[in-house]
């Protein structure tokens, strides 16, 4: 069970605070509800305790996890498979869904590869966006440091193909 004030990763939403635990009546029945504050958009999300681990919920990686995070953005050594774009499209956001950062980390090397080849549809180029944020707030989170400075480095990272 998480904490009020503790941060946790909603799936593709991202990284979010804790702010309350609140017991809810749903259709005749007493729930616990996590009231989540979203930190990059302050949208509010309602989770029922009981369905946290279902949906996703999880902590935020340790400092100690990044490197692999870095890791899996410098292995350019991958087939990205050539598929219709709709169909990379929905792979893609499965992958986002699992709530995974290492799953959105993959998803960001290959549309960057990707990317080199080819023009990326709109959908594409939107999934990378927002592949970059996730990861941009929970390395910025995790490492506590500047959103900046994280955008930075993967500038950087993708610069050296």
């Keep these: ?44 999300i309602m989770i029922p305790i009981s369905s ?15 490197p692999k995070v870095y890791a899996i953005l410098r292995n350019k050594d991958v087939t990205v498979y050539k598929q219709t774009w709709n169909k ?20 960001l090397r290959d549309l960057f590869i990707l990317k080199s080849d080819k023009d990326l549809s709109f959908g594409e180029r939107k999934m990378m966006d ?13 490492s506590n440091s500047e959103e900046a400075k994280i955008e930075q480095d993967l500038k950087i990272l993708f610069a050296v193909q």
Excluded: C, H, W
Excluded at 52 to 66: P, Q, T, W
Excluded at 92 to 106: C, H, M, N, P, V
């Design 52 to 66: 946290a681990e279902s949906v996703g919920l999880r902590e935020v990686i340790m400092e100690e996890e990044i």
């Design 1 to 44: 069970m998480f904490k009020t004030g503790g941060l946790i990763v909603y799936p593709a939403q991202g990284v979010g605070v804790i702010e309350a635990i609140e017991e809810k009546e749903v259709i005749n029945e007493k729930q616990l509800f996590y009231i989540i504050r979203i930190l990059s958009n302050s949208m509010k």
């Design 130 to 142: 927002t592949a970059k944020s996730l990861l941009i707030k929970e390395i910025s989170v995790a």
């Design 88 to 107: 990379r499209y929905k792979e893609y956001l499965d992958r986002i869904k699992t709530g995974s950062i290492f799953e959105i980390a993959r998803v």
